[in-house]
């Protein structure tokens, strides 16, 4: 059974920065799949932040988190991070580390239903 697991959650004050980790196990062709970051905040629809292509250099940003947001990837390990600094009230949330099916590209503005397989969440808090 396929299992992403994120780490890194917490709370900060805002400004500061977290890093996310997910390490997926049992999860064939990770190094042909995109792997990507979703958010989840009370009340509000998942949405995309990042996404990393196979290749591990190709990246993609949502508006709002780009220019403080990393997204990265370790083949090797099977792990998929997101560095998270400047951090603002409006980025707290559940974070979701989510694989795609194989050779589908990564794509801008990415759509849940897009991912097949997902971690079960870490908590993002931060105070203004």
């Known amino acids: 059974q396929v299992q992403l697991v994120e780490s890194g959650g917490g709370s900060v004050q805002a400004g500061g920065s977290l890093r996310l980790s997910c390490a997926a196990s049992r999860l064939f062709y990770y190094d042909r799949r995109c792997m990507a970051w979703f958010r989840q905040a009370p009340g509000k629809e998942r949405e995309w932040v990042a996404s990393?292509?196979?290749?591990?250099?190709?990246?993609y940003y949502a508006d709002s988190v780009k220019g403080r947001f990393t997204i990265s990837r370790d083949n090797a390990k099977n792990m998929v991070f997101l560095q998270m600094n400047s951090l603002k009230p409006e980025d707290a949330a559940m974070y979701y580390c989510a694989a795609g099916p194989q050779w589908r590209a990564c794509a801008a503005d990415d759509l849940p239903k897009n991912f097949r397989y997902w971690g079960q969440g870490t908590q993002v808090t931060v105070s203004s």
């Open positions: 990393v292509a196979a290749d591990a250099y190709t990246t």
